[in-house]
């Protein structure tokens, strides 16, 4: 790799669009509040679950551990059921 923020020209461009995605504030903030999880909760091999939803909640007790499949099934439920209720409220 070199310079941070210069891309090879080989690269392919998908591995352009994620470097340049993964350096903005917004996705910096939200791996801050993934690696604070995991530092506060450590669960080797496993996925760290918030019981509220709430990523930036990193209270120990909003955190478990849970397999990655059963928490990204939970995460999954949870958008949907979200989204339901967006189209919901935009019928009536």
């Given at each position: 790799?070199?310079?941070?923020?210069?891309?090879s020209?080989?690269?392919?461009p998908?591995?352009?669009?994620?470097?340049?995605?993964?350096?903005?504030?917004?996705?910096?903030?939200?791996?801050?509040?993934?690696?604070?999880?995991?530092?506060?909760?450590?669960?080797?091999?496993k996925?760290?679950?918030?019981?509220?939803?709430?990523?930036?909640?990193?209270?120990?007790?909003?955190?478990?551990?849970?397999?990655?499949?059963?928490?990204?099934?939970?995460?999954?439920?949870?958008?949907?059921?979200?989204?339901?209720?967006?189209?919901?409220?935009?019928?009536?």
């Amino acid at each position: 790799m070199g310079k941070k923020g210069v891309y090879s020209k080989t690269a392919k461009p998908r591995s352009k669009q994620q470097r340049k995605y993964n350096s903005t504030p917004e996705q910096n903030k939200r791996r801050s509040s993934r690696n604070k999880a995991r530092r506060a909760k450590p669960c080797p091999g496993k996925d760290v679950h918030h019981k509220d939803g709430n990523p930036k909640n990193n209270k120990k007790s909003n955190l478990t551990c849970q397999s990655a499949s059963k928490n990204r099934s939970n995460n999954k439920r949870k958008s949907s059921a979200t989204k339901s209720k967006v189209k919901s409220k935009a019928k009536k």
